[in-house]
């Protein structure tokens, strides 16, 4: 089965500046996507990045970028210029998928503060 | 803009009342999920439906709990009887399945259940 682990249970960072949130998992398959969604207060999951296995190039959505390294089983997420609505829980997740859509595999979370 | 919905969004019961929740899916998409969240146990799938077949319903307890999809535009997921240990945040997301980020899973509000 696979595993998903965030080592970071919370975390902080001041206004404009640069955070890396880490994630590591455990597979044996060669083909699956990883995911990151946010939580904020309002308890809404957000889909923030998505990366296709097979392809080596580190997926990026404007200040959100992704460091993936699949030898390793490494998926972190970096926020640029940090901002006061960036304050949530983030979640990282894991599908294999199997004629499309399965069940994501999650995380605990990292809670991430901005302070202003 | 499309998006998933739940209802209720809050639900206070009694211990051993029923508890229906009620998702409509986003339209067009073929796959639904029910997902729990616990601070304990994190997030984790209690069953999903492809073209509104149950594929999985594993992470459910059998005795009270119980999913279906009556059809393509509604999802339910009910406890009978409710005990305080299902206190907690449920979730449906759908997926497209099918096209352009099928493995892509859009999230509901979710509904917070609190058993007395």
């Known amino acids: 089965a696979q595993t998903v682990t965030q080592s970071q249970p919370e975390m902080s960072v001041q206004e404009a500046e640069t955070v890396t949130l880490s994630c590591t998992y455990d597979?044996?398959?060669?083909?699956?996507?990883l995911f990151w969604y946010k939580q904020p207060p309002s308890r809404q999951m957000i889909l923030v990045i998505r990366q296709e296995a097979y392809k080596q190039q580190n997926a990026t959505e404007n200040r959100f970028s992704v460091n993936f390294q699949k030898a390793a089983k490494s998926f972190s997420l970096k926020i640029s210029d940090s901002q006061l609505g960036d304050t949530a829980m983030y979640f990282c997740?894991?599908?294999?998928?199997?004629?499309?859509?399965?069940?994501?595999?999650f995380g605990k979370g990292t809670r991430l503060s901005v302070i202003a | 803009d499309a998006r998933v919905t739940q209802t209720p969004r809050d639900k206070v019961t009694e211990m051993g009342q029923e508890v229906t929740m009620r998702c409509q899916p986003i339209l067009g998409h073929n796959t639904v999920f029910w997902y729990r969240q616990t601070m304990m146990q994190g997030l984790e799938l209690l069953a999903y439906f492809r073209n509104r077949a149950p594929l999985d319903d594993s992470g459910m307890p059998k005795d009270r709990f119980s999913a279906e999809m009556p059809d393509a535009t509604l999802a339910t997921l009910k406890i009978q009887p409710s005990e305080p240990r299902d206190s907690a945040v449920y979730f449906c997301?759908?997926?497209?399945?099918?096209?352009?980020?099928?493995?892509?899973?859009?999230f509901g509000p979710g509904t917070r259940l609190l058993v007395l």
């Open positions: 997740a894991f599908m294999k998928p199997i004629s499309g859509n399965t069940p994501l595999v």
């Open positions: 997301a759908s997926g497209p399945g099918t096209g352009v980020q099928r493995e892509t899973q859009y």
């Open positions: 597979t044996s398959e060669n083909n699956y996507y």
